[in-house]
């Protein structure tokens, strides 16, 4: 059976080499898609950058590489193309990222008592 990880609008499956956002296809490039499963799969958990880097390049990460950085920045932009109210990639300064889909500050509103 093929996997799906399902996380409110969004929903990626691997083995497909598909995510659907909204119900709508994603186009992501295959690294943008194993970065995102990666994150996914550990759902809730921050993952550091190293290990998010051996986990999908299979190798040491070296002080000077931003490779998940851009990769998750471009990530990001995708996601919050399609689903603008949802925020699924968090920064953990110091520590790494965070995939939990959780409501975009953009659409925080506040009300004001008069």
């Known amino acids: 059976m093929d996997e799906v990880i399902a996380a409110g609008d969004l929903e990626i499956r691997p ?8 119900g709508q296809v ?12 990666a994150l996914a799969r550990r759902q809730g958990r921050i993952v550091s950058r190293a290990e998010l880097y051996a986990m999908v390049w299979g190798g040491e ?9 851009v990769y998750v920045h471009r990530l990001r932009g995708k ?11 968090h920064t953990h300064f110091g520590f790494g990222y965070r995939f939990a889909p959780e409501r975009s500050h953009a659409f925080h509103r506040t009300t004001t008592q008069r």
């Open 15 to 22: 083995d497909e080499y598909l995510v659907t956002a909204g």
């Open 26 to 37: 994603l186009r992501l490039s295959l690294r943008e898609l194993q970065v995102l499963t």
């Open 61 to 69: 990460l070296r002080d000077d590489d931003r490779s998940v950085d």
């Open 79 to 89: 996601l919050a193309g399609a689903l603008p109210d949802r925020e699924f990639i």
